[in-house]
């Protein structure tokens, strides 16, 4: 029999979190066969960019592998003999086309390069798209899907598209039309289904599901500093609370069992929390000295610049450029100035997320993990991998370190939030790392055994690399 002896990970000076089975133990010490007191033979996942295994800014046959479904999906066969898992997987090379890693800043902020993804049998091109044009790459098709996949994690699917027609169809591939080029390529072509009647579709047959929905939602809004995206108000809690509800009911017909996520708190991902106002000033000041400020424009228009706050959060992406001369108009001379560190040229309010954006959008987060909370507790009596009940239910914030320059230990390896370094998080700043997946899946597997009466082993975290690509 296979070894699976299992430890769990420890965070050095810090409080202790969920705990979490993880590496291989001694040699010879051996457990029960994994068992699990639930039908996952046909195990349906169900989510957005993490789901579908997005990492460094782009999805490949490597990183849709090493998804956290897919990574879950193998440990539960050991339990489950006939278990299968189906992804709409992608011809193997550059995919979408991904971020790699160039060189590191003195400060210690990675630069990158992006890794074009191979031919595309169509572009689309939205020259009014929020911050710039946008394009829409239409991926050659391999195959014609017949059946569905297990695995419906669709890069950029928002929640609040849940009843969209046509949303992967692509008739709807104009400039400003509502289309994923993901979601078209888990359907047939000229498919007009919402992803609600889909994912109806596929829960017909399936036996076990996982819902980790909406941080695509927000995102957007995030990544451009709160110019663009939904904005975070109360029509899209409400939108996210009541889809939520609508996905939830489909999964659970006929009690149907599995795993509800909740989204992780948003500065827990290395996009903001590296660029926090003081945290980040103090790091520069180790390059530019003590005296060292950073100023941002006023996000009130003013046209004044302010010294940054510890309320404010420089989006990681900007990070290279701190400290770099970009030219300025001062009265009628241009002049080269250091990006962030002169007055004359603060950080510009399209890279920061300021004290009221981030009041924003947290409160429609905040709410959105209340409902599930509700939803799992009240209405379908399932577990839930919560981030607000550690002493009841597993944090899946436990699985993602939460401050840059602290560290989980796991098997003797450090996982952070620093972006790259840390093993956790990938090159985009939000999304994992093959090792970050595997820690979330170990979240999943302590959440089922701990529910399920289940002795489902973890996975050898460092066993896995940590890049996808």
């Known amino acids: 029999m296979k070894n699976f002896c299992l430890n769990t990970w420890s965070r050095a000076g810090l409080t202790a979190v969920a705990a979490l089975a993880l590496n291989a133990c001694a040699p010879g010490q051996d457990t029960p066969t994994p068992t699990i007191g639930v039908n996952v033979s046909r195990y349906l996942a169900v989510g957005d960019s993490y789901t579908a295994g997005l990492s460094a800014g782009g999805l490949t046959l490597a990183s849709q592998q090493y998804s956290y479904p897919n990574l879950l999906a193998q440990q539960l066969r050991g339990a489950q003999a006939d278990a299968t898992f189906s992804q709409p997987l992608l011809a193997a090379g550059a995919g979408s086309g991904y971020f790699s890693l160039v060189d590191f800043t003195a400060q210690g902020f990675p630069r990158t390069r992006r890794v074009p993804g191979p031919a595309v049998r169509r572009l689309v091109i939205n020259p009014a798209a929020c911050g710039g044009a946008d394009t829409i790459r239409l991926l050659t098709r391999t195959d014609a899907p017949g059946t569905l996949p297990q695995n419906l994690g669709v890069p950029g699917l928002r929640l609040a598209q849940l009843q969209v027609a046509n949303l992967g169809n692509e008739i709807n591939a104009t400039p400003t039309g509502n289309f994923n080029p993901y979601f078209e390529r888990i359907l047939p072509a000229s498919d007009s289904r919402t992803y609600l009647k889909v994912v109806t579709d596929a829960a017909a047959s399936a036996t076990f599901f996982t819902y980790f929905l909406g941080l695509d939602d927000l995102m957007p809004y995030l990544r451009s500093g709160g110019q663009c995206g939904t904005a975070p108000n109360s029509t899209l809690t409400n939108t996210l609370r009541n889809n939520a509800k609508v996905v939830l009911d489909v999964l659970t017909a006929g009690g149907r069992p599995g795993?509800?996520?909740?989204?992780?708190?948003?500065?827990?991902?290395?996009?903001?929390?590296?660029?926090?106002?003081?945290?980040?000033?103090?790091?520069?000041?180790?390059?530019?000295?003590?005296?060292?400020?950073?100023?941002?424009?006023?996000?009130?228009?003013?046209?004044?610049?302010?010294?940054?706050?510890?309320?404010?959060?420089?989006?990681?992406?900007?990070?290279?450029?701190?400290?770099?001369?970009?030219?300025?108009?001062?009265?009628?001379?241009?002049?080269?100035?250091?990006?962030?560190?002169?007055?004359?040229?603060?950080?510009?309010?399209?890279?920061?997320?300021?004290?009221?954006?981030?009041?924003?959008?947290?409160?429609?987060?905040?709410?959105?993990?209340?409902?599930?909370?509700?939803?799992?507790?009240?209405?379908?009596?399932?577990?839930?991998?919560?981030?607000?009940?550690?002493?009841?239910?597993l944090d899946l914030n436990g699985a993602m370190p939460s401050y840059v320059g602290e560290a989980i230990s796991v098997g003797g390896v450090l996982y952070s939030a620093e972006p790259v370094r840390g093993n956790f998080f990938s090159l985009d700043y939000y999304t994992p790392t093959p090792r970050g997946n595997a820690l979330i899946a170990n979240a999943f597997i302590s959440a089922i055994n701990k529910a399920y009466q289940a002795n489902i082993p973890a996975i050898d975290v460092n066993s896995l690399p940590s890049v996808a690509q």
């Open 259 to 393: 795993i509800i996520a909740r989204l992780p708190d948003l500065n827990t991902l290395p996009l903001l929390r590296t660029g926090r106002g003081l945290s980040l000033q103090k790091r520069l000041q180790a390059t530019y000295g003590d005296n060292a400020l950073l100023y941002i424009e006023d996000p009130f228009g003013s046209g004044v610049a302010q010294p940054i706050t510890d309320d404010e959060y420089v989006l990681a992406t900007v990070l290279p450029r701190i400290g770099q001369p970009s030219p300025v108009l001062v009265g009628t001379t241009t002049m080269m100035l250091p990006y962030g560190r002169d007055v004359r040229n603060p950080i510009r309010d399209a890279d920061v997320m300021d004290f009221d954006e981030m009041n924003r959008v947290n409160s429609v987060l905040n709410s959105y993990n209340t409902e599930l909370d509700r939803l799992a507790s009240v209405v379908y009596k399932m577990p839930i991998i919560d981030a607000s009940k550690k002493s009841s239910t």
